[in-house]
């Protein structure tokens, strides 16, 4: 029980435990060839669209306003999710998470941590605050890569169309909001709606990896590298090589 309630404190909070691991590469990666440049037409009037499409403070907006409503619909949908759903990806066979009845994660919860929503909501809140802020920085980086992919995708004469329609009242409606809509409320309720039979599959999907995976070898563990690699690997890490330890988790 101990490991469902775990896993549905992390599912409810969303928020992952990061456990660093050690983990060498066992082969170089390939680089990429070089993208062919970029026609400056294309990129002048694919600025222009993307310039609607994601205008300035959008990523902001998004995590002040809608990111708020949208935890408070997740937080009240999963908590009527029954725990016997997350007791199974915690390691209980189908018999076992069936005995635990009809319970829900929000009725438990509310035994071990009776703030447990106002507790996630702040968490949460303060996320999106932190959030909001570095895509402050962030998002004219983002706006320019996309134009680049945009002018890579249409022609300029499809992309001077979008910026035709983007420029009527209509156009400017859906350019402005697209985006905000694709996050709020109504996508995320069908999403959470999903997580049950998502969920459910889980299991399937988790055996379906480790068959896929089944016939490579497992991972190195710090005293399989040898002493060239030991040293390679902590001046990447930037550790002492008598540091490096594998990870427990």
């Known amino acids: 029980m101990r490991g469902s309630l775990a896993a549905a404190t992390l599912l409810l909070a969303g928020i992952g435990s990061a456990h660093a691991q050690t983990k060498p590469a066992v082969a170089p990666v390939t680089q990429a060839a070089p993208a062919a440049p970029i026609d400056p037409a294309r990129k002048a009037v694919a600025d222009r669209v993307v310039s609607k499409l994601v205008p300035k403070g959008i990523y902001k907006e998004i995590f002040e306003t809608v990111f708020s409503q949208v935890t408070d619909q997740v937080f009240g949908q999963m908590g009527e999710m029954p725990i016997a759903q997350i007791a199974k990806l915690g390691g209980l066979s189908s018999e076992e998470a069936k005995a635990l009845g009809n319970a829900k994660m929000g009725e438990i919860m509310a035994i071990y941590d009776p703030a447990w929503r106002d507790r996630q909501k702040r968490l949460m809140q303060a996320f999106a605050g932190g959030m909001a802020e570095i895509m402050v920085?962030?998002?004219?980086?983002?706006?320019?890569?996309?134009?680049?992919?945009?002018?890579?995708?249409?022609?300029?004469?499809?992309?001077?169309?979008?910026?035709?329609?983007?420029?009527?009242?209509?156009?400017a409606h859906y350019a402005a909001q697209s985006l905000v809509i694709a996050m709020g409320p109504e996508m995320t309720k069908?999403?959470?709606?999903?997580?049950?039979?998502?969920?459910?599959a889980m299991p399937v999907l988790i055996q379906r990896a480790e068959?896929?995976?089944?016939?490579?070898?497992?991972?190195?563990?710090?005293?399989?590298?040898s002493p060239a690699e030991r040293k390679k690997l902590a001046e990447l890490l930037g550790v002492d090589p008598e540091k490096l330890e594998d990870s427990t988790s």
């Open 190 to 200: 069908v999403t959470t709606e999903m997580m049950p039979e998502m969920m459910s």
């Open 137 to 171: 920085k962030l998002e004219p980086a983002m706006r320019d890569a996309l134009a680049r992919a945009y002018a890579r995708e249409f022609s300029v004469e499809e992309l001077t169309e979008l910026d035709r329609f983007f420029a009527t009242p209509a156009g």
């Open 211 to 225: 068959e896929a995976t089944a016939d490579l070898p497992p991972a190195r563990k710090i005293d399989d590298l």
